[in-house]
């Protein structure tokens, strides 16, 4: 499109924020002059897709002088960033060598693409890397992701499904929403979560923020805040579900026709009927009634206010109860999720409108466009945190760790392709203990990165090639959930310097190892972007032709009817049983309580003292939890280079003004943070939107290491564990203690 001899290209945001903004390039004399994005006025009567802070500046990130320009390779030790230009041809040699190489030295499960969301896209870098290593013998594959692996399984561990979640304007139908550790106002999360939360607002639906921070959301709701511990969700939860069966306000007559294990009358046969959610919230099995006296011990929530919120959420027909992915990234973090389950069936919330059956909350409507899915020829997995541990140890994983299609692993990871992503260093735990083992080059041999910039997981890489950015090229995207539409990314300005996408020379690599017919089938990456529309359309067949698809930018489906989750299942669980073995909601797993664990899981949800928690002895060393969440200012680790984005919220940790005190902080003020794993200098805030005892760093900032070894960069991940959770082998990036001084107090290296 034309305007004022500017050309206006028609794109969308395809980075892992879940938003998928409508993008207006516009372009004049192959540069983008400005961007702008969805109206109301446009949008008529659907969601605006409108673009936040961080979409408006897409172009002022991706094209900043600190673009990778040309493909490299690495010329000093790991991690060092010392790189030499090299041609395209040398590259793709190389590529090839150690593709063969290790292939043939180690097996075909020593090879590895580790996880990146860098393009959330059909055309990424991780799909495209997939489909060759299929094609050449297969790989060691990964399950679960880092965002929500603890909440996916507890969910699929009871409902049989993941796709839990009711379709959002439903929202408008709820006599109470309390969102527990969900904050979209920062993360955006779908188009239409906080449109329809403002509605819900508007229309006078008291909402509740479950959160250790007095987050963006709540502010922007005029919510009212409950703050509570870190890793202490479970306990909450388990206080909130003895009060109402205290107060017999649970709907009986859902938990005995679709549940099993909520009391000793509906457990599985052959086991003791006092291992059911009942007897553990009463104390009969361990003595220890689970009162909101008991939780408030351990939460740090007034005992009445455990009760008030009990009661509401039980009396308010109906109520949803909307879990975020925060929570569950704790060291038990499949206990909280489990938790917010067991409360939407006593309740009676779940396959009802206007409630929320808890749990992941997917509500996909309409499928998605994907390249052809091949089977791997190596059929062994691992879940997705493990991968450092695969590195160091891989012949010694088994089951117990996770490991899915095989006893135990028959090789380590030598070779890492990371394409796109930023979990390689800075968004993977303990970075100094995964520098420590990426440098160590007997280990894992060769890492390839691609990227627009010279990361921290860049600096690693023994050949970095240099992508590009969603205004240089065609793509297709969906939304994560809610949203019902399907997004066309338009190539807008050719691609900087010798920037190429990863089709273009993974194809050369192809050629290079005898693939390349079998991997392109005669294809450019434009002419698999219109198979992989028309194979949808067979499934989805409203759907326009193409080209009318590409020139809109977008198609949004036109759906008639809200879904509600398991409605059917409530209404007739005999006729339409629920996708579990039992054909019941499973609040007691028989399939966990016969299997061995490294760690206790327990049956039922149940809440389980965490390490690094509240009530952890280290915390005599260690005395402040640290958590992290999602800024406004970044995708992950996307934005952070750049510094218009940085002005609007500076990186720094919040602390309560008691804690500041006590440690002689003022705002502003440097400090250094620390534990066993690493130290972090970083300015203070001082705010009371934080829990006491409580510090926050908004995840996602670079590391930045000094010569000593203290990141300057805000990154928390300094800081984090690696020790994986229990149930899903998941994330556990929240569970830390650590101690803030002022700068030029804390310990000396």
């Not at 945001?13 to 994005?37: F, M, P, Q, S, Y």
């Not at 172009?59 to 010392?82: A, H, I, N, S």
């Not at 959330?120 to 929500?148: I, P």
């Not at 009802?352 to 997995?381: D, F, K, Q």
Request: glycine residues 8%; proline residues 7%.
């Amino acid at each position: 499109m034309e305007e004022n001899n500017c050309r206006v290209v028609h794109t969308m945001g395809l980075n892992n924020c879940g938003g998928r903004c409508i993008i207006h390039a516009h372009v004049r004399d192959g540069k983008i002059e400005k961007l702008t994005t969805d109206t109301p006025a446009a949008a008529g009567d659907r969601v605006p897709l409108c673009a936040c802070a961080r979409g408006l500046n897409y172009d002022k990130t991706f094209f900043g002088p600190d673009r990778l320009l040309y493909p490299m390779k690495r010329v000093g030790q790991r991690g060092e960033g010392r790189f030499q230009r090299i041609s395209w041809e040398e590259a793709t040699d190389t590529i090839a060598r150690e593709w063969v190489r290790i292939r043939d030295t180690y097996g075909p499960g020593s090879r590895y693409i580790n996880y990146a969301t860098g393009i959330s896209a059909v055309a990424s870098g991780h799909s495209l890397a997939d489909r060759l290593l299929k094609l050449d013998g297969g790989y060691l594959g990964y399950y679960n992701s880092y965002s929500t692996a603890c909440i996916t399984a507890a969910t699929r561990q009871m409902y049989g499904t993941s796709a839990t979640g009711s379709s959002p304007e439903d929202w408008l139908n709820s006599s109470l929403i309390i969102l527990w550790g969900h904050n979209p106002a920062e993360t955006k999360f779908d188009s239409d979560t906080m449109y329809y939360l403002r509605k819900a607002r508007k229309k006078g639906i008291p909402i509740i923020v479950v959160d250790p921070r007095r987050n963006d959301t709540a502010v922007a709701l005029d919510a009212e805040w409950i703050p509570l511990r870190p890793a202490t969700d479970g306990a909450l939860l388990d206080a909130m579900a003895y009060v109402i069966a205290e107060e017999g306000l649970q709907d009986q007559d859902f938990l005995d026709r679709c549940c099993i294990g909520f009391d000793k009358a509906h457990m599985p046969a052959g086991v003791d009927p006092t291992e059911c959610c009942l007897s553990y919230l009463t104390g009969e099995r361990d003595g220890v009634a689970k009162t909101p006296e008991w939780a408030s011990a351990i939460t740090g929530v007034d005992p009445d206010t455990i009760r008030s919120l009990a009661v509401r959420y039980a009396v308010s027909k109906p109520a949803a109860l909307i879990q975020g992915y925060g929570p569950q990234r704790h060291a038990y973090g499949e206990q909280s999720a489990r938790g917010g389950i067991l409360l939407s069936c006593m309740t009676g919330n779940v396959g009802v409108s206007g409630g929320w059956a808890c749990g992941n909350g997917s509500c996909i409507r309409h499928s998605y466009p994907s390249l052809p899915l091949l089977t791997n020829p190596y059929p062994m997995e691992i879940p997705t945190f493990l991968w450092t541990e695969a590195v160091v140890r891989g012949r010694e994983l088994t089951a117990l760790d996770g490991v899915t299609g095989g006893e135990r692993l028959d090789s380590d990871i030598k070779m890492i392709v990371n394409l796109g992503g930023n979990c390689l260093i800075n968004q993977h735990s303990d970075i100094n203990r995964t520098a420590e083992i990426l440098r160590d080059t007997s280990k894992c041999e060769f890492i390839l990165c691609s990227d627009l910039f010279m990361t921290a997981s860049a600096r690693f890489a023994d050949i970095l090639l240099p992508g590009v950015s969603m205004f240089e090229q065609d793509n297709i995207t969906s939304p994560w959930s809610h949203s019902d539409f399907v997004g066309c990314v338009s190539k807008a300005v050719e691609p900087l310097g010798e920037c190429r996408f990863e089709y273009d020379w993974l194809s050369e690599v192809a050629e290079k190892i005898g693939l390349g017919q079998a991997y392109t089938q005669g294809r450019t990456m434009g002419q698999w972007l219109e198979w992989c529309y028309n194979d949808l359309r067979k499934r989805e067949p409203e759907l326009p032709d193409y080209q009318t698809f590409r020139e809109a930018g977008i198609y949004r489906y036109r759906n008639e009817e809200p879904v509600i989750a398991f409605a059917r299942q409530r209404q007739d669980p005999e006729r339409f049983p629920f996708p579990t073995k039992s054909g019941k909601v499973e609040l007691f797993s028989e399939d966990i309580y016969r299997a061995a664990y490294r760690d206790f899981v327990p049956a039922i949800p149940r809440y389980v003292e965490p390490p690094e928690g509240p009530n952890d002895p280290l915390r005599e060393k260690y005395p402040l939890q640290l958590i992290g969440w999602h800024t406004k200012r970044r995708c992950h680790s996307i934005h952070d280079n750049n510094p218009d984005l940085r002005k609007r919220e500076p990186q720094c940790l919040w602390l309560h003004p008691d804690d500041a005190a006590e440690r002689g902080l003022a705002d502003g003020q440097e400090a250094l943070v620390w534990n066993d794993r690493g130290r972090v200098r970083i300015p203070v805030k001082v705010t009371d939107r934080i829990m006491p005892g409580v510090a926050a760093m908004a995840q996602g900032a670079w590391y930045a290491p000094d010569a000593d070894g203290t990141d300057r960069g805000g990154c928390i991940n300094v800081l984090t564990s690696l020790r994986p959770t229990p149930y899903a082998h998941g994330n556990p990036q929240h569970t830390n203690l650590v101690e803030v001084a002022p700068a030029e107090e804390g310990p000396v290296l």
